[in-house]
Nanobody, 123 residues
């Protein structure tokens, strides 16, 4: 059974930091790109960041460049998203996803999804 389990969300003040984790199981972790998406109320799901399984290349949506860092630990089948200098507009449910890198930043192209973790940034 494929599982992606996110953790690390919570309430933080603007300017603060959070580190999200996503532990994967049930598929060959290093054969998939691992990505983070987010969805705020009333908005479409947005690609935030993605990391290539082949060479570790990383990709970010412009709004988080310089503030967020994606990384992965293949030995632990886990991908992380370090979020610094958080802003209220970063508030959303953050989802971990696995799929083909060519699909990013489009959510439709991802094969597997976690259930999400809520991030709330207060002003």
């Amino acid at each position: 059974e494929v599982q992606l389990v996110e953790s690390g969300g919570g309430l933080v003040q603007a300017g603060g930091s959070l580190r999200l984790s996503c532990e994967a199981s049930g598929f060959t972790f290093d054969e998939y790109a691992m990505c983070w998406f987010r969805q705020a109320p009333g908005k479409e799901r947005e690609g935030v960041s993605c990391i290539s399984s082949s060479d570790g290349s990383t990709y970010y949506v412009d709004s988080v460049k310089g503030r967020f860092t994606i990384s992965s630990d293949n030995a632990k089948n886990t991908v992380y998203l370090q979020m610094n200098s958080l802003k209220p507009e970063d508030s959303a449910v953050y989802y971990c996803a696995a799929g083909d890198l060519v699909s990013w930043p489009f959510a439709d192209g991802m094969d597997y999804w976690g259930k999400g973790t809520l991030v709330t940034v207060s002003s």
